[in-house]
């Protein structure tokens, strides 16, 4: 009997240790494959309003619709058109669905809409079905750049395909549209939030004189709105100065020439907007080094004007679906900037990524 209990106790102390060594594999074996990864942990707060993580869970800025409004500038979606129109559509899916909660108002994309001009028109359907998400959701404007011209990067050879897929009639019939110049690719809107006048003014690559002075004339008739100027190429990334050569026409205008036939000499100009310049390098995941600039300038009035140049082409997946997110609080008079990719869901938030500004 004696012996019999004792093998019985060895038995159980047998089965206890073997289930002891399970139970701590399956242990290592959890915390190997489950257990936060670098890449996993939890956000980082950086401030009162904003928190990135690097696995892209992003806390974005909490909009008081009372107070603030937001617009968005989407760059250069030349590469998105073109390869990854999946990123392209969740952009402006994600501008939809989030119109309430973030009070977005305007979307005003920056040129180079397609990689090829004319080339290829399934890049063009590709941005009209994407941007087509847009329609009778959010007031919106698109300009060329210079890879959406007939032949890109030749101004001379027309805008008879960006006319096609992006006419005066796509938009014409939305009570914010305010006109046009020669055809949409020269477009003007207007619209109204938290008791502020808001004028967009959206010029081709290089616009001629022509464009400047019908520009000068929408200005001229709305002298009490906000003025926000779209062209594709004005500020460079990597300079404090406009850009101050033609690459693209012989009779158009230069950023400087913009600055001082036009800005310059209207004091509700107030804020600049392009893309075209991206100097970063490949594989970046937070465009710390990308296409990015801001600079303020004083006009003829004394007044600030705020210029800024953001262009994420360079980046992975042709930009990784990075967007500018202009957050306007009237009663402060003050702009909070973010840079926000919903491909990534994450938050840029080291200068110039993040930063501030003055109305």
């Known amino acids: 009997m004696k012996s019999m209990r004792n093998k019985g106790k060895e038995q159980i102390m047998i089965t206890v240790g073997l289930t002891l060594i399970l139970i701590a594999s399956y242990g290592y074996f959890y915390f190997a494959f489950f257990a936060p990864k670098a890449s996993q942990m939890t956000p980082v707060t950086r401030d009162a309003q904003t928190t990135v993580a690097v696995d892209g869970s992003a806390k974005l800025p909490v909009i008081n619709k009372d107070d603030s409004f937001t617009i968005v500038a989407l760059p250069d979606t030349q590469f998105y058109s073109m390869s990854h129109p999946d990123i392209f559509c969740k952009q402006t899916d994600w501008i ?3 119109k309430e909660s973030m009070n977005i108002v305007f979307v005003s994309q920056l040129g180079d809409i397609v990689n090829d001009g004319g080339k290829r028109l399934d890049e063009w359907a590709n941005a009209s079905k994407c941007l087509g998400k847009l329609d009778g959701v959010s007031p919106y404007s698109v300009v060329p750049g210079n890879h959406d011209l007939d032949i890109s990067g ?14 005066v009639s796509r938009f014409s019939n939305n009570s914010w549209y305010g006109g046009y110049y020669g055809s949409n690719r020269n477009n003007f809107e207007i619209i109204s939030a938290n008791g502020m006048k808001l004028a967009f003014l959206n010029l081709e690559i290089e616009p001629s004189d022509g464009a400047l002075n019908w520009a000068q004339s929408e200005v001229r008739a709305h002298p009490d709105a906000y003025t926000i100027l779209t062209t594709h190429k004005y500020l460079p990334d990597n300079s404090n100065s406009r850009d101050s050569s033609l690459s ?14 036009l800005v310059n000499l209207n004091c509700q100009i107030s804020l600049t907007l392009n893309g075209h310049y991206a100097h970063a390098s490949q594989g970046e995941l937070h465009p710390a080094a990308a296409g990015e600039n801001h600079v303020t300038s004083t006009n003829s009035c004394g007044k600030s004007v705020n210029q800024v140049e953001q262009d994420y082409q360079s980046l992975d997946n042709g930009g990784n679906g990075w967007l500018r997110l202009f957050v306007f609080t009237p009663k402060t008079r003050s702009i909070k900037v973010y840079t926000y990719s919903p491909y990534l869901d994450a938050l840029n938030l080291d200068d110039p990524g993040r930063f501030d500004m003055k109305m």
């Open 96 to 98: 939809a669905s989030h």
């Open 154 to 167: 030749n101004k001379a050879s027309g805008f008879s395909t960006f006319d096609k897929y992006f006419p």
């Open 248 to 261: 693209f026409s012989s009779n158009g205008n230069t950023g400087e020439s913009i600055w001082k036939k």
